[in-house]
């Protein structure tokens, strides 16, 4: 189709060729006036070049956008891009299944202007703007790449201004100045960072290595400008994972990489603040996701060669600053969790960065931090939905245990009296705590408490299912004195309204006879991915689970896929027993995940593409790769026959393309 061959040429700067494509569009045509506003535009582009040098010789700068339910602002937020003095631009806006019909408004601008493109994800991906801005970032076609948030807007040189300083210094990053504007009384404001500003010199080049006050700005990347080889050569992106603030590791990434960074003294974008759904509005344990990133900072600081010492203590620093998190919390125990959490992030950090000067109230805040709650073997995370009639035996079955322990509740939006016998419950049991969101599933459920576990090894459990304490007091054990990343253990099976138990599954009793026989950890690891992805077959060390970012996948079905083989991917000691922890409930008369067989049977994909990019970053995806490819196989045959009889060409379709970009993965990856 010639105006689509227009658009691809127009996108890469090729105006002539675009209009001669274009200009192939007939009269008759439903798209021929289309055409010819792509043909003005065009036109335009080519006049508009300054004298002596076409636009089209300008660096590409891609603009990514990510976008979720933000239809009111969306409008301002594009034209503010569409309408830069700086043309040579693609626009490339990434919605992350939003429900809130702005996908009208970005059908529009798309076939307006041929600059604009649009990257649709198929459902809501975890966190916040992370994943999606990875996905533009990794679409870009740029020399540079810019961040504009959908409910903002830039100002109308922004990015000529940014470009212009990249070139002129060939800078690796570009920082300029922002404004906050509330969404209410449209009042404007300096950015609360402004005081930094003093002590950066602007207009030349620069490195947090000797300028550690860098890291002190605003983490926000829509005020940046970055160039697109500096990011790939030194792979950074954001980190991915159910968790918001996503864009602290980001600057931490760019600025421990970056030789040449330049400061902008211009007000480069404008902030919307205090609209209804914005992060800072989240339930405030939510906020403990500050913890992940520091730790996630940390870690990637710890894995450098060569790391400056003002980059070392600037890291403390922004750790003891983080007490605002603390300060958001109103109930205790919340604020001991986390105050414990920083404290373990320290012990974990100081090992391979050791401080020089930190500031003169961090080792009394830390020793504080230590002591506000108890060292723990175990934690246990509890999803709960509906389960009033269940969830005490649960509790009364962990509640014999006799090693250092806590229990985390999260009621994913009960419409019966979950809430109200959970927090009887943590009434008489001190080391039990609720927390509560709106229903979004087990998987995100048990997400929203993995910043808050702090007991040396971490156990994800059903609420209505219930444990032998004494074996598993054993499992911890045997897990501490074989330094285990992983431990599995076996499982029973109790069909509730039958009132029958039988022993684990035949298939994972075959697994465990091959991880017995194991050699290596190699072996064991290889046999261990052909368990059922059950979550409560393991306990993970929790310092695995941080440092890796695991998690539970986005999904209602099948969320469990991501936990199971990123968990044994990452794990560098895997150890087992084959004693029976839990007993895991099947129900036939009530709601169960597994019974499900609707139309959210389609999610087995999401699931598994997001299972697959977590597992290519790891050397042992090669070992697992046969594996996964036999499991996805299956997964999918299974759930074909799950699927509304109105879905099938489409499942059909998507099972193909699935299998045909894990065949891709594997001819990349030597299979």
Not at 223 to 235: G, M, P, S, V
Not at 479 to 501: C, M, P, S, T, V
Request: hydrophobic letters at 40%.
């Amino acid at each position: 189709m010639s105006i689509k061959t227009g658009n691809e040429k127009f996108k890469v700067g090729l105006y002539r060729e675009a209009i001669e494509e274009y200009g192939k569009i007939g009269s008759a045509h439903p798209l021929y006036q289309q055409a010819g506003f792509n043909i003005k535009h065009a036109e335009r582009m080519l006049r508009e070049s300054p004298q002596g040098m076409a636009l089209v010789r300008s660096p590409l700068l891609s603009v990514v956008m990510p976008v979720f339910n933000v239809g009111p602002f969306l409008d301002a937020s594009i034209l503010s891009v569409l309408h830069q003095t700086y043309k040579h631009i693609e626009l490339i806006i990434v919605d992350d299944a939003s429900t809130d019909g702005g996908g009208d408004i970005l059908r529009m601008y798309e076939q307006l202007d041929s600059r604009v493109r649009v990257i649709r994800l198929p459902y809501n991906t975890l966190g916040g703007a992370g994943i999606p801005s990875n996905v533009g970032i990794n679409a870009a076609k740029g020399e540079y790449i810019a961040f504009v948030d959908s409910d903002d807007f830039v100002s109308r040189d922004a990015f000529e201004a940014l470009v212009r300083e990249a070139e002129r210094n060939r800078a690796d990053l570009v920082i300029g100045d922002f404004n906050n504007f509330d969404q209410q009384s449209r009042e404007l404001s300096p950015a609360y960072d402004a005081e930094h500003w003093e002590k950066i010199p602007t207009g030349e080049v620069i490195s947090a290595h000797d300028l550690p006050d860098l890291y002190r700005l605003s983490p926000v990347p829509w005020r940046k400008l970055y160039r697109t080889q500096f990011l790939n050569k030194h792979a950074i992106r954001y980190p991915e994972g159910d968790y918001f603030f996503e864009d602290n590791p980001l600057h931490w990434a760019a600025l421990a990489a970056a030789e040449r960074v330049v400061m902008l003294n211009k007000v480069i974008a404008y902030h919307r603040m205090a609209r209804e759904g914005q992060t800072m509005n989240s339930s405030a344990y939510k906020v403990a996701a500050i913890c992940s990133h520091a730790n996630t900072i940390g870690m990637s600081l710890s894995g450098k060669k060569q790391v400056s010492q003002l980059t070392i203590d600037e890291f403390y620093d922004y750790v003891f600053r983080q007490s605002w998190v603390v300060d958001k919390q109103v109930d205790a125990s919340v604020k001991a969790l986390i105050e414990k959490r920083f404290s373990n992030i320290y012990r974990k950090c100081v090992k391979g960065l050791p401080p020089k000067h930190l500031c003169a109230d961090f080792r009394k805040k830390f020793e504080n931090y230590k002591a506000a709650y108890p060292d723990l073997d175990l934690t246990i995370v509890i999803p709960a939905y509906n389960c009033a009639d269940m969830i005490a035996q649960t509790i009364e079955s962990l509640d014999k245990l006799k090693i250092p322990h806590n229990i985390l509740v999260i009621d994913d939006g009960s419409t019966d009296d979950t809430v109200k016998v959970a927090k009887a419950l943590a009434a008489k049991v001190n080391n039990l705590h609720v927390f509560e969101q709106g229903n979004r599933g087990a998987g995100r459920a048990r997400n929203a408490l993995v910043p808050l576990c702090t007991g040396q090894y971490t156990y994800f459990l059903d609420a209505d299912d219930v444990i032998d304490s004494t074996v598993l007091e054993e499992a911890v054990g045997l897990a501490r004195r074989g330094d285990n990343d992983l431990f599995l253990f076996g499982y029973k099976i109790e069909f509730f309204e039958d009132k029958k138990r039988r022993d684990m599954f035949d298939s994972d009793k075959k697994v465990f006879a091959e991880i017995k026989a194991a050699k290596d950890v190699d072996q064991r690891r290889t046999a261990a991915s052909k368990l059922i992805n059950y979550p409560w077959n393991r306990i993970i060390r929790t310092d695995l689970l941080h440092d890796e970012n695991i998690f539970f996948g986005p999904t209602v079905v099948h969320n469990d896929i991501p936990f199971h083989w990123h968990s044994i991917a990452s794990a560098k000691k895997i150890g087992f027993m084959e004693k029976d922890v839990c007993v895991h409930r099947k129900f036939s008369e009530r709601a169960q995940i597994t019974n499900i067989n609707d139309a959210r049977r389609m999610m087995v994909f999401e699931a598994l593409r997001y299972t697959q990019e977590r597992l290519v970053a790891y050397p042992s995806y090669k070992l697992m790769a046969q594996s996964w490819r036999d499991f996805a196989t299956h997964l999918i045959g299974w759930a074909k026959d799950r699927v509304p009889q109105e879905l099938e060409g489409a499942y059909k379709e998507q099972a193909a393309a699935f299998m045909n970009k894990l065949q891709g993965v594997e001819l990349a990856n030597g299979k």
